[in-house]
């Protein structure tokens, strides 16, 4: 069984700081990883994934995340907020083996507010 | 680029009535889902559907929905006597390998 927890179910920044948005997960077997976001009013678009390569991912709009074992943890981060990074983003976890077919776990989501 | 559509975006059913929720997945995928996200709650995986059978389903996936790709490129979710409770944003995505795409969503109220 799988589960994932995002620390803050709000997160306010300024624009131009950096974004830190927490992910710690459980799973019995080693995880795939996901990091969606979810702008009002539209659906889940994927920002970026770890699947067992390079366990820094980098994503789309300048976000990445870090996939750390030792710390179940799998963060996500941007150098610097823009206005239009506000949004809510979903952390997700599907299990590791040959079947393409897994559910995906989510977390409770943060809505990230970026203040001129 | 391809993507996943829904139809409809909307949808307002009465308690008791049967709907049908549509789908088009990305066309060279092989395997479909649907999850639904409850105002202010988690998204949730209901059910998983490949090679033309249920492959997983959750415990909220009981006997009121069933799932069908009726003609190889649609894949609907049908609730057969809806409830208050079914209110929720219904997502379908679909996957080639170990990434999922989302939809844009349905939302379903039922009064």
């Known amino acids: 069984a799988q589960s994932v927890t995002q620390l803050g179910s709000h997160v306010s920044v300024s624009e131009g700081a950096l974004v830190l948005l927490r992910c710690n997960y459980s799973?019995?077997?080693?995880?795939?990883l996901f990091w969606y976001v979810q702008y009002p009013n539209q659906g889940l678009q994927l920002l970026l994934k770890?699947?067992?390569?390079?366990?820094l991912v980098k994503g789309i709009n300048g976000f990445e995340a870090e996939f750390k074992k030792s710390e179940t943890s799998f963060h996500l981060t941007k150098p610097s907020a823009h206005m239009s990074d506000a949004a809510e983003y979903f952390c997700?976890?599907?299990?590791?083996?040959?079947?393409?077919?897994?559910?995906?776990?989510f977390g409770g989501g943060t809505r990230l507010m970026v203040k001129p | 680029e391809p993507e996943v559509t829904q139809t409809p975006s909307h949808q307002v059913t009465q308690m008791g009535q049967e709907v049908i929720l549509r789908c088009v997945p990305i066309?060279?995928?092989?395997?479909f889902y649907w999850y639904r996200q409850i105002l202010g709650q988690k998204v949730e995986f209901l059910v998983s559907?490949?090679?033309?059978?249920?492959?997983?389903k959750s415990e909220i996936f009981d006997d009121q929905f069933s799932v069908e790709r009726p003609d190889g490129s649609n894949f609907t979710l049908k609730i057969r006597s809806t409830k208050l409770e079914d209110s929720a944003m219904y997502f379908c995505?679909?996957?080639?390998?170990?990434?999922?795409?989302f939809g844009p969503g349905t939302r379903l109220l039922v009064l």
């Open positions: 995505a679909s996957s080639g390998s170990k990434t999922q795409y």
């Open positions: 799973s019995s077997v080693p995880p795939y």
């Open positions: 770890y699947t067992s390569a390079a366990t």
């Open positions: 997700a976890v599907s299990v590791r083996n040959n079947n393409a077919g897994n559910m995906l776990t």
């Open positions: 066309s060279n995928h092989l395997y």
């Open positions: 559907f490949y090679n033309n059978e249920i492959s997983e």
